[in-house]
């Protein structure tokens, strides 16, 4: 799975950026890709993640799942 950090996260909108391990475009995640969320997980900007991409088409990717795995 590939590996990134967290560039920023809106907690009022549920959405935030995954800056990739691989120097790629920042991706775009949602607060529902996120694993184990409600089991009280948060989420913040330099936390370090390993991440699914789901293609929605030639030009736009999103994340599928994200699990933290700790702060960068």
Partial sequence: MPEGVIKWFDHEEQHGLIEPDDDGDPIPFSLDAVQDYHSG???????????????????????????????G
């Fill in 41 to 71: 997980e948060r989420i913040s900007a330099g936390q370090r993640v390993v991440y699914e991409i789901d293609d929605i088409d030639d030009e736009a990717v999103s994340v599928e799942r994200l699990s933290p795995t700790g702060y």
